[in-house]
């Protein structure tokens, strides 16, 4: 069955760094768009970046364009989010699946998510 696992969240300050991971398994890895997606408090969850899976072209949403950098290891089949200058809106459960077209998550399963907590 398909199955994700998210690490590398944690607690950082305004302006920090952080490199959250999701190890993906159940499907073929390499044939997929993979991406992340967030849910913070109270909130809907929502897409935030994916990377095709030949061409590795990336997308964005406009709240983490030019700060997230999102990649993969299809040798892994792990999915990795590079999170710079972050922010205290940035705070939120962070989760990975596959991407469907547009920006839509591919599987109904979701892993357990890692939490993310912005905070001077």
């Known amino acids: 069955q398909v199955q994700f696992v998210e690490s590398g969240g944690g607690l950082v300050q305004p302006g920090g760094s952080l490199t959250l991971s999701c190890a993906a398994s159940g499907f073929t890895f390499s044939s997929y768009r993979m991406g992340w997606y967030r849910q913070a408090p109270g909130e809907e969850r929502v897409f935030v970046a994916a990377?095709?899976?030949?061409?590795?072209?990336?997308n964005y949403a406009d709240s983490v364009r030019g700060r997230f950098t999102i990649s993969r290891d299809n040798a892994r089949n792990t999915v990795y989010l590079q999170m710079d200058n972050l922010k205290l809106e940035d705070t939120a459960v962070y989760y990975c699946?596959?991407?469907?077209?547009?920006?839509?998550?591919?599987?109904?399963?979701w892993g357990q998510g890692t939490q993310v907590t912005v905070s001077s």
């Open positions: 699946n596959a991407v469907s077209n547009p920006y839509r998550p591919q599987f109904d399963s």
């Open positions: 990377i095709n899976s030949v061409t590795t072209y990336p």
